[in-house]
């Protein structure tokens, strides 16, 4: 009887217990589900997020990254990352580019001027032990490359100031052989028709690609780096100068520029003088190189837009879609607006790897606002442009690695063109 009362209780706890794990189970399994479900909806709020939030790679080896992330905490392992949209490519129309005939070298940190249908580009760095001392120039009418001639000795080969009337170039400043070596205040002016050179009076100070052009009579220099290359310049000067001759002996203090450094396209329209893009520092010389080494030091990318007009004083219009830099030549001047292309915008937050740009901007000048109007073949920087004919040409520069890595590698000397209707 005892034992038929204990298995009895036994067998009702037994079912009591089974019933208790049953129903821990069960909340178990509703509460996971629902963490789940909540996670999605804040991953789903995130990505649908007005600021565009993109995966960009990591650059370098894969198996370099994976050995310097193997040790790391869980926060730090992978091979991707949420980025804001500034470090990525923006959409942007697919355009149909022609390759046109290469220069006959390759080059970067040079410049060019067009004057009707004659492209006339600068000097620059082969590779950057080598610098160029000639000009190229590129024919629009028959696309073809001819009439190379040299520069003076005493000319900058990269890094220059430059701005045109039309038939004489004027030359600024700029910097002195290969590697991070020393800027110059020499200033030269180039007649195209007679391809003969005279000197005009030295700048105050040396810079490195300072933001110049012709405007009112007088050839206006400013901001670019120092002397040290990496410090900004905010000083402004002017010569007045007419038919490739300087009416003064000496440059005219101006208004500085509110925001100074080099890189930067500087345009003058309809009576308007704009200054766009840039960046504060660059590379240094590696203190005690005998050879000027270039050592890396931290820069800043800005998308910032300056303008002068009748009352003088500069004004802050819309900033570029992105921040973005070597654009000093990149730009043209087609149907009311400034088109410029490619350039370098800010270093990737994890690499910091310099990122190139591979779209076209184009700034309206009667609404002062920005467009993305095109991709280019490939992202590159220091683009040298001109348009004719319906056709909007680059040549030059240093391009990405590929499609999916854009960080800089190949100097190149190619010339794409594609037609432009705006």
Known sequence: M???????????????????CLLAVALTVDFLWASMSSTSSIASSWTSRKDRIVVIPNAGNHTENKKKFDNKEDKNRGSQRDLSGTFADLPAPELEWEQMPSATVPRLDGFAIQIKNLLYVFSGYGTLDYVHSHVDVYNFTDNS???????????????????????????????????????????????????????????????????????RGRLHVMGGSKENRHTPGVEHWSLAVRNGKALEKHWRNEIPIPRGGPHRACVVVD?????????????????????????????????????????????????????????????????????????????????????????MFQFHLDSLKWSVIGKLPYRVKTTLAGFWDGYIYFTSGQRDRGPDNPQPRKVIGEMWRTKLSL
């Open 271 to 359: 009576d308007r003088l704009f200054v766009i893009g840039g960046q504060e520092g660059d590379f240094m010389a590696k203190p005690g190189s005998p050879i000027f080494k270039c050592s890396r030091r931290h820069e800043v990318v800005y998308g910032d837009v300056y303008m002068l007009d009748d009352e003088m004083k500069w004004k802050v219009v819309s900033p570029m879609p992105k921040p973005n830099s070597h654009i000093e030549s990149s730009w043209v001047i087609l149907n009311n607006s400034i088109i410029i292309m490619g350039g370098t915008t800010e270093k990737h937050p994890v690499t910091k790897r310099m990122i190139l740009v591979g779209e």
């Open 2 to 20: 005892v034992r038929s009362t204990v298995k009895h209780s036994f067998t009702k706890s037994t079912v009591v217990l089974a019933l208790v």
């Open 145 to 215: 490359w001819g009439g190379r001639f040299d520069t003076p000795k005493d000319m900058a080969n990269s890094h220059l100031g430059m701005a045109s009337d039309g038939r004489y170039i004027y030359i600024v400043s700029g910097q002195k052989g290969p590697q991070c070596r020393g800027p110059i205040a020499h200033t030269f002016v180039l007649d195209t028709q007679t391809k003969k050179w005279e000197s005009l009076p030295p700048l105050p100070a040396p810079r490195y690609a300072p933001a110049t052009q012709l405007w």
